[in-house]
């Protein structure tokens, strides 16, 4: 009996912790010699007949798909033609997409088997038993599905299992082929909170796996040297006596390498635990924080717990210690929310100077509070996954389009992370952040720049043109911003048309290097190398509106960011330019 659990990720850098946790479980506590359970992952960006020829190749007697907002049209679509060509092969789904309205999703694909509603470890290995063991599906709890009859039934929904009952699915040898992808752990589930548009709030039961297994795995990562792991608890300091003892393990194991990604609430931050993270290497743990919306009638609505003036006090502490990357989100088309109160909220977001801010949009989920008062919202949604809002009571079409235009040129211009120092002399200009971005978005749209894709240098070229007419007497300090921004991410030998002329002169260059090899007096640690090579990992650049003489270093970059070490270099005697 071959069971093949089948993992659709949205990119390839993810990897599926779910498939991982049925099999392992179900291994565990299924003892049979017939049973064979294999999991298969790809992403939504393959093609489908390559999904369907790999499937159909595996022939598998039980086909499982692990179903999520942005997979389940993709796996509707392949189990379909699946079906045709593997009558004989029973097909189930399992996951969020589909647990909240299983019988409709059974009579939507006859092909369908069953659905295994909510968490799926054991009611998975319970539809192992279905086959091996000849059990009646009608005694199993937590699943959906259709009789001898044909006709769809539903048992209760099952209970939850402890924490410490879940095998840690890694080891020596599958880690290494995860080498070049996010590794996912959790070590806790449940939510403690009722945010109204989140599944999490529907489960109450938090619990949490027992610290002395979470420091062995931990340890593990460390010595495999994982590159980054994601932990997937919904939110992960809700306990501090756990995230205190977590994060002081990772700092006092530190091996230099592995980064740790935590969903967390900033206004419950502590003073031990802030210690804690200002201390911490650069680069160790990055934080992603929901504030979701600064509206207090919208927090309210949406049964959201927090305290918007204890986030900003505790984000602005970490950014001052500038060792932690904080990725801070906002939610459009949330109830009273309309689009002169998403600007404030986005403005007092973006005064937190985030190295991330993400504008997300409504996703109505399936069992959630915001599903249940749709009607009451105003809220009209997409029909088909990830139902994301369209308008709202407060919120037009025209007013979420707008904003699908500011969050491109936010992803573009703010979250890529190298235009920095532009922005920064923007701010200058008492032009709010939300008024800035939308004027951007504007100018794109004017010039149907939004209908194609730009390279790196092209973005600059534009953003110029776009400075030049909001503010052309300062054409030639926004210009240098820009120069600036473009050479402390890239180590470009052939100059940028943006860039205009180059003012620093071959003869200079030739003695600069010389020079360097000789004293060390800017390019320390460059002992091995000789002066072409000291060269071709360096910049320098002359910004005559500002008067000064930059080298860039790409040798020493920022950790968080990977922007180049800078230094001026003084004029006089020796350095002559």
Request: charged fraction near 30%; include cysteine.
């Amino acid at each position: 009996m071959k069971i093949l659990l089948t993992a659709v990720n949205a990119k390839y850098i993810h990897s599926n912790l779910a498939v991982r946790n049925l099999k392992a479980y179900a291994k565990r506590h299924v003892v049979h010699a017939g049973l064979q359970i294999e999991f298969a992952e790809y992403t939504i960006n393959q093609h489908p007949d390559y999904i369907l020829t790999d499937l159909y190749r595996r022939h598998p007697d039980v086909l499982c798909f692990s179903c999520y907002i942005w997979n389940a049209a993709y796996i509707k679509n392949i189990l379909r033609e699946f079906k045709k060509l593997r009558p004989d092969t029973d097909i189930w789904l399992g996951g969020p997409e589909v647990s909240y309205d299983a019988c409709k999703v059974l009579c939507e694909l006859p092909q369908v088997k069953g659905v295994m509603k909510g968490e799926g470890e054991a009611v998975f290995a319970d539809v192992c038993r279905i086959y091996l063991e000849e059990i009646l599906p009608e005694t199993v709890e937590g699943i959906t599905f259709r009789n001898k009859a044909g006709e769809v039934t539903e048992t209760p929904w099952r209970g939850t299992i402890p924490m410490d009952e879940l095998p840690f699915v890694y080891n020596s040898k599958n880690i290494e082929k995860l080498r070049n992808k996010i590794i996912y752990y959790e070590t806790s589930r449940g939510c403690p909170f009722s945010c109204s548009y989140c599944l999490s709030s529907v489960d109450k039961r938090l619990r949490f796996r027992s610290l002395s297994l979470v420091r062995r795995e931990l340890q593990f990562f460390l010595d495999c040297g994982v590159t980054q792991v994601k932990f997937v608890d919904r939110t992960f300091n809700c306990r501090h006596d756990h995230a205190l003892e977590i994060w002081r393990y990772i700092a006092e194991h530190d091996n230099g390498i592995t980064n740790f990604h935590f969903e967390i609430s900033a206004d419950l931050l502590n003073e031990d635990e802030l210690i804690l993270l200002e201390s911490m290497r650069p680069g160790l743990v990055q934080l992603e924080i929901g504030v979701q919306s600064a509206n207090p009638d919208t927090i309210r609505e949406i049964h959201r717990s927090m305290n918007l003036e204890k986030i900003k006090e505790n984000v602005k502490r970490i950014w001052e210690r500038r060792n932690i990357h904080q990725h801070l989100d906002l939610i459009a088309g949330l109830p009273f929310e309309d689009i002169k109160s998403f600007a404030c909220s986005f403005n007092k977001v973006y005064a937190m100077k985030p190295d991330q801010l993400q504008l997300g949009f409504l996703k109505v989920l399936k069992g959630s509070y915001m599903e249940e008062n749709k009607k009451e919202y105003g809220l009209v949604y997409r029909d088909t996954p990830p139902y994301e809002v369209l308008y709202t009571k407060w919120l037009s079409y025209e007013d979420i389009s707008e904003l699908k235009g500011v969050e491109e040129m936010v992803e573009v211009y703010y979250n890529s992370g190298q235009f920095t120092h532009t922005l920064a002399a923007l701010e200058e200009k008492k032009l709010s952040p939300y008024r800035l971005y939308q004027k951007l978005w504007q100018y794109y749209d004017r010039h149907h720049y939004l209908e194609v894709e730009h390279k790196r240098s092209r973005r600059y070229e534009i953003f110029l043109d776009f400075l030049t007419e909001a503010f052309p007497e300062d054409r030639k300090y926004m210009q240098e911003q820009l120069i600036y921004d473009y050479y402390l991410r890239e180590n470009a030998k052939t100059r940028p048309e943006f860039a205009g002329p180059y003012y620093v002169g071959k003869e200079f260059l030739r003695k600069f290097y010389e020079k360097e090899k000789l004293k060390s007096r800017y390019l320390r640690g460059y002992e091995l190398y000789d002066k072409n090579q000291m060269r071709k990992m360096t910049h320098i650049e002359y910004f005559p509106v500002m008067g000064k003489l930059l080298l860039f270093d790409y040798k020493w970059r920022n950790p968080l960011n990977q922007e180049a070490r800078t230094c001026m270099i003084e004029k006089g005697d020796e350095y002559e330019f």
